[in-house]
Every structure is written in C-alpha cells, then in structure tokens.
C-alpha cells in the first residue's frame, strides 16, 4: 500500500494564476478530506466526500477554491485565480468510514507570489 | 462545533523523561480520537487511534488515554528521546465524519 498520494509536492506560482492540487486515496478508503494548515490558522478542513459525493464544503473560503472527485481513485483541489494569502500547506487524507482513523499524505506546499 | 484544546503549547524535556500531553474537548460524543505526530515540513503520521468504547491504547513507548465524560485524553511518552522532538496533533471525531485537530504541542527532547 503506497499510502495517500499527493502531487506535486512543491508548487511556486504567480498570483492569477490556476493551481490544480491532486490526491490519490488509499484504495478501499470512502472517505477523502482536503485540509490547508498554515502557522496562523493550524488545519483546516476545506472539504470532505464521502462514496465521491461532496458532503460538506463550508470550509472552502472563498469561490476561488473548488474540488472535485470524479472517481474513488482521485481528487483535484483547484484554485483560480490563486493570491498569495494562499499560501500554504495543503494536505489531502482518507478514511475508510467513521470507526477508522485518517491517513495523511505528505501534502503539497503552495507558494504564490 | 467541537472545540479541542491543546495544553502547553510547547514543552521541552532531558532525554529519558517520561511526559504527558494533554488534549481537552467540548463534546463528549464522539467517534473516536486519533493523536498524530507531524515532524517539521512534513505531513502527519498516525500514532494511535481510541474508539470511543476504549479507555486507552499503546504502542511501543507510548500509551493515549481516553476519558469521555471529562472531555480529555493524554499521550504518555515513556523514557523520551531527541528522536521524540517533534509536534503532536490530538484530532477528535464526533457523530459527523470529520476530526477536529487541536493546534498542537511542540515537543523538543534535549540530549
């Protein structure tokens, strides 16, 4: 098992620009949730599917930001346009249902400058 | 929405002391509660996850503890070591599916 699979590991783009974050579940896990931590605000969970159905998005802060996840195996995280208050690390995790812990991927560092 | 607490913020230990962390949180109805370690610029590893039906659970030299009706759990590390130097996240799932981190307790274990 390669674990939760995050690319790419370091992204560095200009402010405007679109950034597309991926992630690949652990397969069998349901449940996939995308977090941002930065030193000010710790985690924060942006949002969470469960079976490939969004279920709750409150945590996105703002239209620029929007995920999808067309099948058990994938998942983007897409900002457009990115600012540099984006700035941050954002880590994509999997569960396989509420009795069972999260894994964690190794995250991608977003730098828009 | 539950709120999770964690206290210090920040702890520094000699090399073979036995330490407690501590983790408070407001709704005691929860799924279970997962404590994770995040070294610097990396992502988080899974330590131990307590259902909500268990008082505690342990691995190697560790041990987390789960009191339910007084909202708390703790991470024991036993005999630490500067390889122990690092931050621990206490995450809690209440009757929705996500975890609630709380903000960490930065760990550093001098030689």
């Known amino acids: 098992d390669a674990g939760v699979i995050q690319s790419p590991r370091h992204e560095v783009t200009e402010m405007g620009q679109e950034v597309t974050l991926r992630c690949k579940p652990i397969s069998g896990h349901n449940s996939l949730f995308w977090y941002r931590q930065t030193m000010m605000r710790g985690l924060e969970l942006l949002i969470y599917f469960n079976n490939n159905v969004p279920i709750d998005d409150s945590g996105m802060p703002e239209d620029r930001f929007s995920a999808k996840m067309p099948n058990a195996s994938f998942s983007t995280l897409k900002i457009q346009p990115s600012e540099p208050r984006d700035s941050a690390v954002y880590f994509c995790?999997?569960?396989?249902?509420?009795?069972?812990?999260?894994?964690f991927g190794s995250g991608t560092r977003l730098t828009v400058v | 929405k539950q709120e999770v607490t964690q206290i210090p913020a920040a702890l520094s230990v000699p090399e073979g002391e036995n330490l407690v962390l501590n983790c408070s949180f407001t709704d005691s109805a929860i799924y279970n509660l997962q404590w994770f370690r995040q070294d610097p610029g990396k992502g988080l590893t899974s330590l131990l996850l307590?259902?909500?039906?268990?008082r505690e659970q342990t691995s190697g030299r560790l041990n987390a503890s789960l009191d339910k009706s007084s909202g708390r759990s703790t991470l024991y590390i036993a005999a630490s070591q500067p390889g122990d130097s690092a931050t621990y996240l206490c995450?809690?799932?209440?009757?929705?599916?996500?975890?609630?981190f709380g903000t960490g307790t930065s760990l550093t274990v001098i030689p």
């Open positions: 307590i259902q909500s039906s268990q």
């Open positions: 995450a809690v799932r209440p009757s929705s599916n996500q975890f609630y």
């Open positions: 995790a999997s569960s396989f249902g509420p009795n069972h812990g999260y894994t």
